[in-house]
């Protein structure tokens, strides 16, 4: 036995050192790290591991007519870390495998269905695991499927004492270095994920160094503005070139290739259009594959990233280096992330412009004017967001856009209300991004409302309430919008808050059109409802806060 566990330990120990230097192959790494893993890269890792499989079969040592191996070692391995499909393939190879070598021994079936069924429970264990636990079961299980394949032969082999003698020589030795192995070599591939981590925050770092320093370019664009940004972008990331293109044209690029990618040539490279088609990220590892019409062009290797607006690509970033197969894991990964904060800085900028507009724009007060110091603080509550929540950004974004598109459109013309139901959630939204906590709104709108009503006639009501009674009065509460049909040509709306609520002078004062400016929206309101309906708001003053009804008809 003692001559068997040393042979073991150098099989053990040749399948370590391999797959310590295979993990190191910058090939397996990219493979390995991947987001998501598609069928082919699947299938490669199949393949891989099965060959470690297949290679603690070579190893293995004679014991009685069996083998005693390290078989199971990389097919567990495989299905633990990277999931059934490679745990059951890598199985299915390992397993054929040994019964094809020898079919007629007397411990094939039984290694064969233990080597398939190995793959099956690392499969398993791969869903009911994490990172922090998946050695401690690659150990105990390797054990356990060790118990399983020795009982398998004292069933399976004719001679029971033949089979016991087998498993006398082999159970303990065998259990225990597969079982060490299966741990080990989890723990070895397992850095490869530590360090997949640790290129994420470093990434997460250069895009944020990034961010910094291009945004006064987005804050206030001009001719300029993308050329800078892409400069800067050259420099953090190392790169030869950097351009970024709108969907048919390139708007920048910078570096090598500049005298040939100009500003304003139309794109086309197939590269390029079919990231704007298909909205994914691609790299192209070669010259041929970059496909630039200039033969003196020195680009070799380039990432293409698309640009959103929305869900609709809207343009690319492309990173280009002069070296072929330049494109590591690294890159790819800040690609990505350059990729989703450019877009949403592109998104900024053009808000930028309807804050002009709206600054110089002279809305009438029966229009709901737009407060600039609203529009201000919004802007500075998606700047905050872009570094630490991009995604909240973007949502804050849309509920601005859709804001101020009503503000800017909005007129005298009757609106459908569920128009001015979206302006008022889109306000609501980027009040509740800068409060927080502070601020609860509660919707009790009926569904399927068809009417028409004054343009803007909701919104300043809301607006008074969470301004007037919530953040001036104790700083935090709730702000409650009801919207019912009350007939077939009908409907009430009741805005309801529980702040300060609004004195009786200030109602008398609407109610007479004597009020001062700070509550001219109520005023607005009410004369426009008046006027359109004879009859306008109905204010109380509640023991905590205010109510605000009025009826809305056909």
């Known amino acids: 036995m003692i001559e068997l566990l040393r042979s073991l330990s150098n099989n053990l120990g040749y399948i370590l050192l391999i797959a310590f230097l295979v993990s190191n192959i910058n090939v397996f790494k990219t493979l390995i790290q991947k987001d998501e893993l598609r069928k082919k890269n699947l299938i490669l890792l199949s393949l891989i591991f099965g060959a470690f499989g297949i290679l603690g079969t070579y190893t293995g040592t004679e014991i009685n007519g069996a083998i005693a191996n390290t078989r199971i070692i990389g097919i567990m391995s495989g299905g633990i870390l990277c999931g059934p499909f490679v745990g059951i393939t890598s199985g299915l190879i390992a397993g054929i495998h040994r019964f094809l070598l020898d079919p007629h021994g007397i411990t094939t079936i039984p290694c064969s269905i233990t080597t398939i069924i190995s793959g099956l429970v690392s499969g398993y264990i791969y869903t009911k695991s994490d990172n922090s636990n998946k050695w401690a079961w690659g150990f105990f299980t390797g054990l356990a499927i060790q118990s399983f394949e020795m009982i398998l032969?004292?069933?399976?082999?004719?001679?029971?004492?033949?089979?016991?003698?087998?498993?006398?020589?082999?159970?303990?030795?065998?259990?225990?270095?597969?079982?060490?192995?299966?741990?080990?070599?989890?723990?070895?591939?397992?850095?490869?994920?530590?360090?997949?981590?640790?290129?994420?925050?470093?990434?997460?770092?250069?895009?944020?160094?990034?961010?910094?320093?291009?945004?006064?370019?987005?804050?206030?664009?001009?001719?300029n503005s993308l050329e800078n940004i892409c400069s800067i972008i050259k420099d953090a990331v190392c790169a030869d070139a950097v351009a970024i293109t709108d969907r048919t044209c390139i708007l920048a690029h910078v570096g090598i290739g500049s005298d040939h990618h100009i500003k304003g040539n139309k794109i086309e490279t197939q590269a390029t259009k079919k990231v704007i088609i298909d909205g994914q990220l691609i790299t192209l590892s070669g010259k041929d594959n970059i496909c630039c019409n200039n033969p003196n062009c020195q680009l070799k290797s380039a990432l293409i990233s698309p640009l959103k607006e929305d869900a609709t690509v809207s343009g690319t970033l492309k990173i280009y280096y002069c070296k072929e197969n330049a494109i590591s894991y690294r890159?790819?990964?800040?690609?990505?992330?350059?990729?989703?904060?450019?877009?949403?800085?592109?998104?900024?900028?053009?808000?930028?412009?309807?804050?002009?507009?709206?600054?110089?724009?002279?809305?009438?007060?029966?229009?709901?004017?737009?407060?600039?110091?609203?529009?201000?603080?919004?802007?500075?509550?998606?700047?905050?967001?872009?570094?630490?929540?991009?995604?909240?950004?973007?949502?804050?974004?849309?509920?601005?856009?859709?804001?101020?598109?009503?503000?800017?459109e909005s007129g005298e013309n009757f609106v459908d209300i569920n128009k001015e139901i979206e302006q008022v959630k889109a306000y609501v939204e980027i009040e509740k991004a800068r409060f927080g906590d502070k601020l609860n709104v509660i919707y009790d709108i009926e569904e399927n409302l068809d009417i028409k009503i004054p343009s803007l006639i909701i919104q300043p009501l809301v607006e008074n309430s969470i301004k007037h009674g919530i953040l001036?009065?104790?700083?935090?509460?709730?702000?409650?919008i009801k919207i019912r049909k009350i007939k077939d040509d009908s409907i009430q709306v009741c805005i309801e808050d529980d702040g300060c609520g609004i004195s009786k002078e200030i109602i008398k004062g609407i109610y007479n059109d004597d009020i001062d400016n700070t509550k001219i929206g109520l005023l607005n309101v009410h004369k426009r409802l008046k006027c359109i309906y004879g009859q306008g708001l109905f204010i109380d003053e509640l023991d905590y806060g205010s109510r605000i009804v009025f009826t809305l008809k056909q």
């Open 331 to 408: 890159n790819v990964k800040l690609a990505a992330g350059l990729s989703q904060l450019i877009s949403t800085q592109l998104e900024i900028s053009k808000l930028g412009e309807l804050k002009n507009m709206a600054n110089k724009a002279e809305i009438k007060a029966l229009q709901a004017q737009i407060n600039p110091h609203f529009l201000f603080n919004a802007l500075n509550t998606i700047v905050s967001f872009i570094r630490i929540n991009p995604d909240e950004a973007r949502k804050l974004i849309i509920n601005l856009s859709t804001y101020l598109r009503h503000n800017i």
């Open 153 to 223: 032969i004292m069933f399976m082999v004719p001679d029971f004492n033949t089979a016991l003698n087998i498993v006398r020589s082999i159970y303990f030795p065998m259990s225990f270095a597969n079982a060490i192995g299966i741990a080990i070599l989890i723990l070895i591939i397992q850095r490869i994920f530590k360090e997949k981590d640790e290129i994420s925050a470093e990434q997460a770092q250069i895009a944020l160094e990034i961010a910094n320093k291009t945004l006064p370019h987005f804050r206030e664009m001009d001719e």
């Open 472 to 480: 001036e009065g104790s700083g935090s509460g709730s702000v409650s």
